[in-house]
């Protein structure tokens, strides 16, 4: 396994519209596990192909949910995490809910920046799972969230393109910002 280099806006290869994957093959095994190793290090909860410069229908998540309720008095190096990762390869939303939700969102090729997008609350979503076999299920919470903003990364499409044209280049603007911060 390998932790993969992340492409980060505005790097015009995240604007790709990423293919189909016909034949699920060794290779798509190899790169998913790699996916995998790459977001837990990130650390993120979703990650799909075209971030690491792979322009197929593919996307990981996994919520990491804290296995006790965090509180104020948790010590942040002993939380622990339960791992529930999930693959989605050639996933379709089927329908979605007219009920919005809101979510402050972030993004691995969009480091450390944090907006609210609104997005159907409730999803049905049809996908091929790592054994090739396709799954339906309906989602709602933080994983319909996580599942359009990766499907989003498909169509060559980032969560800032949901705000106004102001606040993304606000965003991005910050980005940069940071990016030279960190580079001096
Ligand atoms: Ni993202």
Redesign the pocket.
């Known amino acids: 396994m390998a932790i993969l280099p992340i492409i980060e806006a505005p790097d015009a290869r995240l604007r790709t519209i990423s293919k189909p994957v016909e034949t699920l093959t060794d290779d798509h095994r190899t790169l998913i596990a790699d996916m995998f190793e790459t977001m837990y290090d990130a650390p993120g909860i979703?990650l799909?192909a075209v971030?690491v410069g792979v322009a197929e229908r593919i996307l990981v998540i996994d919520l990491q949910r804290p296995k006790e309720p965090v509180t104020e008095d948790s010590d942040p190096e002993t939380i622990e995490y339960v791992r529930e990762p999930r693959v989605f390869i050639n996933p379709e939303i089927i329908w979605a809910s007219d009920e919005l939700s809101v979510y402050s969102e972030g993004?691995?090729?969009?480091p450390e920046q944090f907006a609210d997008v609104d997005r159907p609350a409730r999803v049905r979503a049809r996908w091929m799972d790592e054994a090739g076999v396709v799954q339906e299920a309906e989602m709602d919470g933080l994983l319909a969230t996580c599942l359009q903003?990766?499907m989003d990364?498909l169509n060559g499409v980032?969560?800032i393109d949901h705000l106004s044209k102001l606040k993304r280049d606000m965003v991005l603007k910050k980005l940069e910002k940071a990016r030279r911060a960190k580079a001096a």
């Open positions: 979703g799909a971030q993004c691995l090729s969009v903003h990766e990364h980032l969560f």
